[in-house]
T-cell receptor, first 115, second 115 residues
């Protein structure tokens, strides 16, 4: 059973470009979470999704950031018009459906560098 | 707002010592608590998950305890080895009724085991 997969592992963008980060959850997992780890900061929750639904986006910046988890395919975190402050490691986690005590399994992360 | 604090921020000990990492949280209405390790430039590896109704969990040389009412958890590492060197993160999930919230992380304890 493959773990949570994220790609790309490293992404370099210039200011103003768009960044698309992908996450494939573990097989059988229908809950996806995105977290951001800024340099010298702890991990911060951004958004929680189930298939075709955003459940909680309370940690998502109000502008330029969006997330989706379509019926088919990976979850996508999209950052429009990136700025230098968006440089961070972005981690995706997944957990099984239902009352599974919400154990979350993390992917290796995507390290975004904005030039 | 839930806040998670980890003490100490950094720890360096000789190989073979037993050690304790501390985690405290401000809101005791948690659903579960997870301990992770993060190696430099890598993702998070789940070590132990303690459900809110449990007092402790054990895996090999690791033992995690939970005192929900006082908002504290400890991770005990027995007979430390150089391979245990990593950053250890504590995270809690709030019990909002859905049982699947995003995690709130501490900033971690950076552990170095000297050979």
């Amino acid at each position: 059973n493959a773990g949570v997969m994220q790609n790309p592992r490293h992404l370099v963008r210039r200011r103003g470009q768009e960044a698309r980060l992908r996450c494939s959850p573990m097989k059988g997992h229908s809950h996806v979470y995105w977290y951001r780890q800024l340099p010298e900061e702890g991990l911060k929750f951004m958004v929680y999704l189930q298939k075709e639904n955003i459940i909680d986006e309370s940690g998502m910046p109000k502008e330029r950031f969006s997330a989706e988890f379509p019926k088919e395919g990976p979850s996508i975190l999209r950052i429009q018009q990136v700025v230098r402050g968006d440089s961070a490691a972005y981690f995706c986690a997944s957990s099984p459906a239902g009352y599974s005590y919400n154990e979350q399994f993390f992917g290796p992360g995507t390290r975004l560098t904005v030039l | 707002k839930q806040e998670v604090t980890q003490i100490p921020a950094a720890l360096s000990v000789p190989e073979g010592e037993n050690l304790v990492l501390n985690c405290s949280f401000t809101d005791s209405a948690i659903y579960n608590l997870q301990w992770f390790r993060q190696d430099p430039g890598k993702g998070l590896t789940s070590l132990l998950l303690i459900q809110s109704s449990q007092r402790e969990q054990t895996s090999g040389r690791l033992n995690a305890s939970l005192d929900k009412s006082s908002g504290r958890s400890t991770l005990y590492i027995a007979a430390s080895q150089p391979g245990d060197s990593a950053t250890y993160l504590c995270a809690v999930s709030l019990d909002s009724g859905g049982g699947a919230d995003g995690l709130t992380f501490g900033k971690g304890t950076h552990l170095i085991i000297q050979p």
